[in-house]
């Protein structure tokens, strides 16, 4: 818009029409088709600029209208927030709440205790999850992107004669070229581009020399893409696929450009996905399974605590006792560690991680590997090396030919400019310029540069001052088109039309296994002419192809086999084409007699894409939001799913899965939403990530089954005895005593060996198996508790309520050291002490418990625990019934994995 000032055409900040107000959606593919279609001139009245770029005052006015060119992302909250929220679970607010409980009713050593425990693990649990984000956006902040921008502006001068008569001169200083902040950055923009430069923003190219993107973050196909100027195609229906059109998150890897703006920040095709994945994360199957645990306890606490209360009540009559019992059978049947010892276990998992070049970022990722039995991976840089490699140099009958290598090597090496890619793989080729001895032997005379109607390139060397060769490589159809003889085994023959189609057939052949193919040409000139054009790309002869792939890993079949062995069957999800995928699956002994488009994806609904899912292995042509509904359709399926990616497009996978997998070079969208970070983008650093979870897991639920099998069969002890005894069977001090002693000594679970057998499948929750093994192995502890309450009652008279605090004692003894040493055998599925032996700190802490819990009768705490030494009989009928019951339970924890499967 334009105003007249003191009669000159003053130029000010101008919003354009379609921007009158920021629009809260991103831009859709459809308007960035539709910029991309249109004539240079009609898209710059839209945007309402021009080649020379905006002036400053209109980009700031921009700058307010559409905001920084930033991505969404999470908004961390406030600390003392999230520290709020993991109390506000539901164990947590359980334990409190019976701390509460025993504080009113003046049990205050009791009270501490409990609320010491959950205070200590839930903060335990913060800090590590706090100082891992926080180290990530510490890395985030590191990096300070620039973006080469052309601006203009306004200066005012006003002499001292001019402004006597009030006359004031205008100058439009000339459009020059700014480094500003990538933030900075706004629609109508004009940008250049250069090697190694990120997209600063969606944006349409309007000059282009020798420029290829690398969009794979965003589409997942490992070769760099061609881009140029001039309107796009009308056939073409997506947006990715444009010639003329960059994408922010993409970046240059030769050439130069200058583009206009079209989009930025939340309304880029990037920022779309970012938005995607904001927001609270799915429920894993590690929370899922926590909280299935906790309410099964919650539940059966809420049967057994008040048949104790009434049962006691009524029978003695001393209704606050009755309470208090009541209260502390609660704190006994809850298991108050599991936050701690879940943290610890979690905790011991990372730092052994670390050791390995694996960054966890949330500890409960950690089992959730363990868990996992579904990987899905992209394809580029994880099954393959994420790099361009010379693979093949044939001649027309497709056969190797050193000599169709040397061509290439000299059009590459005289070529002048930045090099691709492409030529970087075929310079690579050292061999050639021992062989040939280039820089003495041959000499540069000219080149006819690449373009992009003629999609071929060709230098002009002059061999010894002798004659000149033309070399030309370029796309397969358009070096056909120049040339008029081919060549095999040093015979040169007329190229007929009839011969066309099998030269394509082996193009055909080597593009259907994944091979990038550009043809070789070459005619020898006789000395004297100094200069070339296009014209003297005629009469050629196709000597033969070159043929460039992104090859796998050398350790990736064996990665997927270790994977597959360990129970996780591997999928790979791809932006990427059919036929690349199909080559680099097959190569690595992934299954590919069916590869699933993303355009098939698109007809199913969710229950028939989950049978498909479980059934194919390959998808490409993926988007970011089919990869992450591939991952859905899983779960539909009941599988612990998780997913490896570096790329923009992986974002919303990432965020779906149970285990979310990027590495340190990923982008910043890729490391916000993944739960672990790879130090190495390798399978092979998966699977010991997985047997690391396993083995997490396995400690995890060795505590689980031991403390709610032991207090499922202390409830059934203590129902009976409140029915039968005349006082309580143990004191309420004594039970939290007792559970905080032998609490204590699982604290060592966390360095537990575990049985290789149990690390080769996959261990996922199941609460009905927990519950069945309380089942079976709970009140195997209550016969023995009843043969003590036999022994205490009929060899030792404490019949009467002055002997109380002898059978208190007794059994205080018995459940300590029976429930810390049947520890032993069920920590693992084999014979204890002869097929397997617990770490060294859990014996010593076992051990140690005990010895703590046979002294406390006889030591100054005696008292202050309602405790009687117990006499000499009593430790020999002792060691009968520990040996009875370990014995038992041996035999009854070897049933139940036979018949169950519950190891």
Known sequence: MHVKFFGRHLALPFVPKSASRAPAAPVASRELLENARLPTDELFRLLDTSLDGLLDREADERLKLHGENAVAVDQHRNPLLELLALFAKPLPMLLMGLAGLNWYIGETKGAVVVALMVVLSTLLSFVQEFRSNRAAERLRDMVSTTASVLRKDISVAVPEEVNRAFHVH???????????????VVPGDIVRLSAGDMVPADVRVLSAKDLFINQSTLTGEAMPVEKFAGPADPAIASALELHNLCFMG?????????????????????????????GQRQQTSFDRGI??????????????????FLINGFSKGDWMEAFMFAVAVAVGLTPELLPMIVTINLAKGA???????VIVKRLNSIQNFGAMDVLCTDKTGTLTQDRVILEKHVNIAGEESEHVLEYAYLNSYYQSGLKNLLDVAVLEHAEVDEKLHVARRFSKVDEIPFDFQRRRMSVVVEENRGKHILVCKGAVEEVFAVCSHTELAGEILPLERQHQGSLREIVRELNEDGFRVIAVAYKEIPEGQSTYSVLDESALILTGYIAFLDPPKESAAGAIAQLQGYGVSVKILTGDNEVVTRKVCSQVGLSVARVVLGSEIETLSDLELAEVAEGVSVFAKLSPEQKARIIRALHLK??????????????????????????????????????????????????????????????????IKMGASSNFGNMFSVLGASAFLPFLPMAPVQILFNNLLYDVSQTAVATDHVDEEYLLRPRAWDIANIARYMAYIGPISSIFDYATFAAMWYLFDCTTPDKAGLFQTGWFIESLLSQTLIVHVIRTGKIPFFQSWASLPLLVTSLAICAVGMMLPYSGFA?????????MGYWAVLAAILLAYMALTQVVKSWVIKRFGLA
Request: charged share 20%.
């Open 638 to 703: 009941g599988h612990v799913v998780g997913f490896m990616g570096d790329g923009i497009n992986d974002g919303p996978a990432l965020k779906a899965a149970d285990v979310g997998v990027s590495v340190d070079t990923a982008v910043d969208i890729a490391k916000e939403s993944a739960d672990i970070i790879l130090l190495e983008k390798s399978l092979l650093v998966l699977g010991e990530g997985v047997l690391e979870g396993r083995r997490v897991f396995g400690n995890i639920i060795k505590y």
């Open 863 to 871: 008292h202050a625990l309602d405790m009687t030494p117990p006499p």
């Open 250 to 278: 993409s970046n240059v890897v030769s050439g130069t450009a200058l583009a206009v703006v079209l989009a930025t920040g939340r309304k880029t095709y990037f920022g779309s996905i970012a938005a995607s994945v904001l």
């Open 170 to 184: 205008i100058h439009l200083r000339p459009a020059h070229m700014e480094e500003i902040p990538i933030t900075q």
């Open 351 to 357: 730092i052994s991680m670390s050791r390995k070049k």
């Open 291 to 308: 909280n299935r645990f906790i309410w099964l306890m919650i539940r059966f606490m809420l049967v057994m605590v008040p048949m104790v």
